[in-house]
């Protein structure tokens, strides 16, 4: 396909494609489709060889949230039957954090449900962001709060925070049918905070909400826009007791167009596969690896993932190998432009430094629906949990082939709502 080629070109060579080359790929047909996934995976290993970075997701807050982010099963008015809890204290959180880092993580994920900190929840991060770093030597910290105002962004860098998470989700043109409690101008706001405080921006979407291919292709622009070193991919989990419930769309080759056309428009940037990939790639997810270099280990935040476990075999499995800590994420250009771990902002970056670590993160917080916030939904623990014990069992129930469900019909046979707290099977904060 001289589309292919086309795209494979300017994904070396870092260039923006068109919108209608984006748009073409995702309307690819099935016998095309491990083509797509052969091109885009050209790009990915040019920028990341086979490397996969881990990501470890840590709830500090779950549930209760006022803002009513239709995917999130943390909104004003869910029903669904999450863990509900305050925050974590810096120790809990930590424990949490070494489960992932002992896993293989090298990024921990702090996700807090709200529609932001307030300057007492910014203190109290910080405490616990330095118990992590603390335990965890050369950790990279991602933080996930929601909206930022006045020098919050600053303090947590100072704290040593290297990346913040806040997603997109959608595009500009949609945002208002799935929030309505802030805007897509907010959360770009909150980005380019984090960017100029020496942050890691992480910014990503959320595929699967009832949105149009222009809608997809535009959220994507929109972030090659803001240029966050890390874009997680979110695929909706449709929670009973939210509004998106019924919206099984998705299919395992639907996700790997929309993840390959996200790497072909963002060639040289993290891009993480991120809540949802169980459930919606299901047999598929080896094949996601060559689209996406980075992934959360374990569980979601208020999602259960397949075991950590499981994930390390995927990956060793399919020829890919976890990235080390001493490894820097982003290429040279990227890793030397700014920032942090990644690429502008700030902190981290090559190894060695003190507070070094990378930066991207999604995985997390809010906004994505990997968990509560927005970004992901992510999962958070359920690593390789070493320190646990816990067996490998997978979490989500094979498919065998993928089941086009009726519109409104419920799937708890894939959705399993998270009981644990990270690095353990019980409540967090019980
Ligand atoms: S995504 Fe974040 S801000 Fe939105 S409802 Fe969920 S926890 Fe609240």
Redesign the pocket.
């Known amino acids: 396909m001289d589309l292919l080629t086309t795209l494979v070109d300017k994904g070396l060579r870092r260039e923006l494609p068109t919108r209608d080359e984006a748009l073409a790929v995702l309307a690819t047909q099935d016998d095309d489709l491990l083509d797509v996934v052969a091109a885009a995976g050209r790009v990915r290993r040019h920028w990341f060889g086979r490397r996969v970075k881990l990501n470890y997701l840590v709830n500090l807050k779950s549930g209760l949230?006022p803002?009513?982010?239709s995917y999130?099963s943390?909104?004003l008015g869910s029903t669904a039957d999450i863990l509900k809890y305050t925050w974590l204290k810096p120790d809990q959180a930590a424990a949490a954090a070494s489960a992932g880092v002992s896993g293989g993580a090298k990024r921990v994920c702090l996700v807090a449900?709200?529609?932001g900190p307030t300057d007492r929840d910014v203190d109290r991060v910080s405490q616990t962001i330095a118990a992590i770093k603390e335990q965890n030597e050369g950790v990279e910290v991602c933080a996930c709060l929601?909206l930022l105002s006045g020098d919050q962004a600053e303090r947590l860098r100072a704290a040593g925070a290297d990346a913040y998470n806040h997603n997109l989700n959608t595009s500009e043109s949609t945002y208002g049918d799935i929030t309505t409690t802030h805007t897509y101008a907010d959360r770009v706001d909150t980005v380019q905070q984090a960017q100029a405080a020496g942050l890691s921006a992480c910014s990503g979407l959320i595929a699967g909400m009832g949105e149009t291919d222009a809608d997809l292709v535009d959220v994507v622009f929109g972030l090659r826009d803001l240029d966050p070193d890390s874009v997680p991919v979110n695929f909706l989990i449709p929670f009973e007791g939210t509004p998106l419930a019924k919206e099984w769309n998705l299919t395992p080759q639907r996700c790997l167009r929309i993840l390959a056309m996200v790497r072909f428009v963002c060639p040289d940037v993290e891009v993480r596969l991120a809540g949802g990939r169980e459930v919606h790639l299901r047999s598929m997810q080896p094949l996601a690896l060559h689209l996406a270099n980075s992934i959360f280990l374990g569980d979601y935040l208020t999602s259960e993932g397949q075991a950590g476990q499981a994930d390390l075999d995927m990956i060793a499995d399919a020829g890919f190998e976890v990235e080390g800590a001493g490894t820097v994420t982003l290429p040279e250009h990227r890793a030397a432009a700014g920032a942090g771990c990644g690429g502008h902002g700030g902190a981290c970056g090559p190894l060695g430094a003190a507070h070094d670590v990378e930066a991207a993160a999604q995985g997390s917080g809010?906004?994505g629906h990997g968990s509560?916030?927005?970004t992901c939904e992510a999962p958070a623990e359920r690593a390789a949990d070493p320190g646990t014990g816990r067996t490998a069992e997978p979490a989500v129930e094979p498919v065998a082939e993928p089941v086009a469900e009726p519109v409104g019909a419920a799937r708890t046979d894939l959705v399993a709502v998270r009981r644990r707290g990270a690095g353990t099977d019980l409540p967090p904060n019980a």
Do not use: A, K, N, P
Request: aromatic share 0%; with cysteine.
């Open positions: 949230c803002e009513d982010c999130c943390q909104r449900s709200g529609r929601g809010c906004g509560g916030c927005g």
